[in-house]
């Protein structure tokens, strides 16, 4: 279709045979009954390994390495690509339908969570962890979360879905994105060359929020885009970047609900510290001919 020529109708109206984005439509709610499953664990996280949802298992990976108990949970894998997403039990957690979503089992009355932003604050607050105590520092790592929230969808929804999704490449789409990409970068990049992480000295929900969007552009993970962004141009970024990624507990984190990348990577459902040996795809898949 030559976009040059579209004219937008006086009234946007759906249709339903025309391109379909991962389910979506132009209302909220569920699609069909399903309930979810629920766990032992006090947490259950429901959730698929993009960008979104690495965020939240880093986090309870590294509560868990930090001794917290109480972060145990079970990881629900939740097929966007098949409408998990919109199922009724999904959506009275998460009217948004969108992934991850959290649901806090521990107490008398369940508390659910959603946006993965306030999941990481929500688990900092309740364990008193990732988060400074400095007042300064506690504000700093603030700023760069809700940053990264609200930079997010230029990345996702704009800069990747018109790059790497879009069924016609509109150059005038692709280089508004991509400006706007490289200028977020350059403004993580400024951030970095004077601080060992986004708060300062301390690693943070801050760093967990930003890590797997920009440490996947710049290494190539997600829209294989790296060298499309000209990734060696930001030395400081990369330098962050590797520094978190040997972290057992980031690198746990990254293989939680995943369903692309070596089968070894791909821990699909989590119950257990123990899955990460047991139950990884590559054991669970028999070999083929």
């Known amino acids: 279709m030559d976009s040059t020529?579209?004219?937008?109708?006086?009234?946007w109206t759906w249709d339903k045979n025309g391109p379909q984005f991962s389910n979506n439509r132009p209302t909220a709610g569920a699609t069909h009954e399903k309930a979810l499953p629920v766990g032992m664990q006090p947490l259950q996280l429901y959730s698929l390994g993009t960008p979104n949802g690495q965020k939240v298992a880093i986090m309870l990976e590294e509560l868990l390495a930090l001794g917290h108990k109480g972060a145990e949970y079970d990881a629900w894998l939740i097929r966007i690509a098949e409408g998990d997403q919109f199922g009724s039990g999904f959506v009275e957690i998460n009217p948004n339908s969108k992934i991850p979503a959290l649901v806090d089992r521990s107490g008398t009355k369940p508390i659910r969570v959603f946006e993965s932003g306030s999941i990481l604050l929500y688990l900092a607050q309740k364990f008193d962890a990732l988060l400074p105590k400095d007042p300064a520092a506690r504000t700093e790592a603030m700023n760069w979360l809700f940053w990264q929230m609200g930079s997010a969808p230029y990345v996702g929804g704009g800069f990747g879905h018109f790059?790497?999704?879009?069924?016609?490449?509109?150059?005038?789409?692709?280089?508004?994105?991509?400006?706007?990409?490289?200028?977020?970068?350059d403004v993580l990049e400024r951030r970095l060359s004077e601080n060992a992480y986004l708060a300062g000295d301390e690693y943070s929900i801050a760093d967990i929020a930003v890590l797997p969007w920009y440490a996947?552009?710049?290494?190539?993970?997600?829209?294989?885009?790296?060298?499309?962004?000209?990734?060696?141009?930001?030395?400081?970024?990369?330098?962050?970047?590797?520094?978190?990624?040997?972290?057992?507990?980031?690198?746990?984190?990254?293989?939680?609900?995943?369903?692309?990348?070596?089968?070894?990577?791909?821990?699909?459902?989590?119950?257990?510290?123990?899955?990460?040996?047991?139950?990884t795809q590559d054991k669970l898949e028999l070999p083929t001919e």
């Open 216 to 279: 996947g552009l710049l290494k190539g993970w997600i829209y294989d885009a790296a060298e499309f962004l000209s990734a060696p141009d930001y030395p400081h970024m990369l330098r962050w970047a590797d520094s978190i990624l040997v972290r057992p507990a980031v690198r746990r984190g990254r293989m939680v609900n995943r369903l692309s990348g070596p089968l070894s990577e791909q821990l699909r459902e989590r119950h257990g510290a123990d899955d990460f040996q047991s139950r």
């Open 163 to 185: 790059y790497a999704y879009a069924t016609a490449k509109i150059p005038y789409a692709i280089d508004r994105f991509t400006m706007e990409v490289k200028r977020q970068l």
């Open 5 to 11: 020529g579209y004219i937008p109708p006086k009234v």
